[in-house]
């Protein structure tokens, strides 16, 4: 298409006069200089650590949520445990939902002069951060208090979707390169690992002194339990509210710090080719398009089981380290060695897939966590080789940290080539992703549930019956072990290796430079019709 159009202009051009001809020269100089090759688009270390920092209000929220919310509505706020568990469990159910439905709205979002991703982290960040720090107020008030807190955590966790869908879909437009993405996704995956920490460590110095202490008779009498609560609590009640929310007051400050580092220090970039697409596209008709991608079908069901696995261990870990293994005051040490071999390891798996390939990673980085889950369901309780298993499994985290977010956005680029002419699917991509995630994390907080209700756990008893202790260790150990080797069967099965992938970056390129020539080619002709 523009050879043709340029051979036009020449034929035009041999027309013209000479004193015109002459100063037509220049359009023809012009367009030589226009067909030199573009230098790559490379990111700077700069800008790849301001996307990272990004990714940490998720991360630092969700762990002070997922870990102290429980024993904060039962011990603090004092709301009974059947309203605490529907607040809970329908918020966690809502929060899945809203990632396909803010996916949705971005899909349908004009591109502005911030671009189109970027206007919802700004206008979600201090929405988000006033409906988390009212997450961690008690009111004064007794009658609708969980409808307070059912109302603020489904309000947070729609607007820290807003902020976290369209963060995650920015991959996609930081830069065109596929290296750069991948790096700058090393980046943001070890800044997240490092949220972790720093949520747990926060909200766990601050408010640590109101753990309640377990009960050697676990059917003693209310009088007896606010005995119990009266001589280990050295604060008042309403001090220990203070400390949630000095607490909450925190890491609402980093979340604010941590987005107006991602809005100052990342463009967002727009596809060459994305600017001659003007005929819209239905939500449902991309939804049908993206769910019927053989690639991204197979993606997430492999990494469902996964992370269905990895879940089924960070949601019993607690209880399988307090109650089975015996240690009940390692548990923050335990996962803070775990969180921080994975924060070490995520650059290694950022240079081995580099070296070796994404799939090759999935393989050796995930299925690295199985010989140190069999040793867990082995040994007996042993301190030592608790703490070996706990930073051995960090590398395994790290891998399924790092891998998922690295894989997304080649199967997003074969998704391009095959329907060149839909773009703003991204958003659906990465929600839809997320919202899999979720649910794999609804599957197994209600697998881990039902199975301790039927075998008889107790609640905030010193110990469990035999029962439990089998159960536990059967959810931490062999039934990850089954979800990770089901997994990877389904990787087996991923199309898009190492020669896909650089087959797909040349077909990109090829179409980002017609692209680019189509819009000089049009540029030219203007010139021409003008001096003519």
């Not at 955590?153 to 869908?165: D, I, N, Q, S």
């Not at 053989?294 to 109650?323: D, Q, R, W």
């Not at 998704?415 to 002419?421: G, M, R, T, W």
Request: hydrophobic letters at 45%; a neutral charge; glycine letters at 6%.
């Amino acid at each position: 298409m523009a050879k043709g159009e340029g051979a036009e202009s020449g034929s035009a051009a041999g027309l013209l006069p000479a004193s015109i001809l002459q100063a037509g020269e220049r359009p023809a100089q012009v367009k030589v200089m226009k067909k030199e090759p573009k230098k790559k688009q490379q990111l700077s270390v700069c800008n790849k650590i301001c996307y990272a920092v990004g990714g940490a209000p998720y991360q630092v929220t969700g762990c002070a949520l997922g870990f102290f919310l429980q024993i904060y509505l039962l011990d603090v706020a004092q709301v009974d445990p059947f309203s605490a568990s529907i607040i809970l469990f329908v918020g966690r159910a809502w929060d899945a939902i809203t990632d396909p439905l803010v996916g949705f709205c971005i899909s349908k979002s004009p591109w502005t002069r911030l671009g189109r991703l970027m206007p919802w982290i700004i206008f979600s960040t201090p929405l988000a951060i006033t409906a988390y720090f009212l997450i961690w107020f008690v009111p004064d008030f007794q009658q609708g208090q969980a409808l307070w807190y059912l109302l603020f955590y489904c309000l947070f966790e729609t607007l820290v979707t807003c902020f976290h869908v369209p963060y995650s879909a920015l991959t996609m437009f930081i830069s065109t390169e596929q290296s750069e993405r991948d790096s700058a996704t090393a980046y943001r995956m070890t800044v997240e690992v490092l949220g972790t920490v720093l949520g747990t460590a926060i909200q766990g110095q601050i408010v640590g002194q109101a753990d309640t202490p377990c009960l050697q008779d676990p059917n003693a009498s209310t009088a007896t339990l606010e005995g119990a609560n009266h001589t280990h609590s050295t604060t008042s009640l309403k001090e220990t509210q203070n400390a949630y929310l000095l607490a909450a007051g925190v890491i609402a400050s980093i979340y604010v710090i941590c987005a107006i580092i991602l809005i100052l220090g990342v463009r967002e970039q727009r596809e060459p080719y994305e600017t001659q697409q003007a005929k819209p596209m239905s939500f449902f008709r991309g939804l049908r398009l993206v769910m019927t991608h053989g690639p991204y079908i197979k993606l997430i069901a492999g990494f469902l089981f996964t992370s269905l696995a990895f879940m089924l261990v960070e949601g019993n870990f607690a209880l399988f380290c307090t109650y089975t293994l015996g240690f009940r005051n390692e548990f923050q040490n335990l996962l803070l060695a775990i969180m921080l071999s994975a924060t070490v390891t995520i650059p290694i798996w950022q240079w081995f897939l580099t070296r070796f390939g994404k799939k090759m990673a999935v393989y050796i980085g995930i299925s690295s966590a199985v010989p140190f889950l069999i040793l867990v369901a082995l040994m007996e309780s042993n301190l030592i080789v608790t703490y070996v298993v706990a930073v051995a499994a960090g590398i395994s985290v790290a891998a399924a940290f790092l891998l998922p977010w690295s894989m997304l956005p080649d199967v997003i680029d074969d998704f391009h080539l095959k329907q060149p002419h839909i773009h703003g699917t991204e958003p659906i991509f990465f929600s839809f992703y997320v919202f899999f995630t979720k649910f794999a994390s609804g599957v197994s907080l209600g697998i881990s549930t039902l199975s301790l209700d039927f075998t008889g756990y107790q609640t905030r008893a010193c110990s469990q019956p035999e029962r439990v202790k089998f159960t536990l260790k059967m959810l931490v150990t062999m039934a990850p072990i089954v979800l990770i080797l089901l997994g990877l069967l389904l990787f087996k099965l991923y199309p898009i290796d190492e020669e896909k992938r650089r087959q797909n970056k040349k077909a990109l390129q090829a179409l980002r430079e017609e692209a680019s020539s189509s819009g000089c080619s049009e540029t030219d002709s203007t010139e021409l019709a003008s001096i003519l």
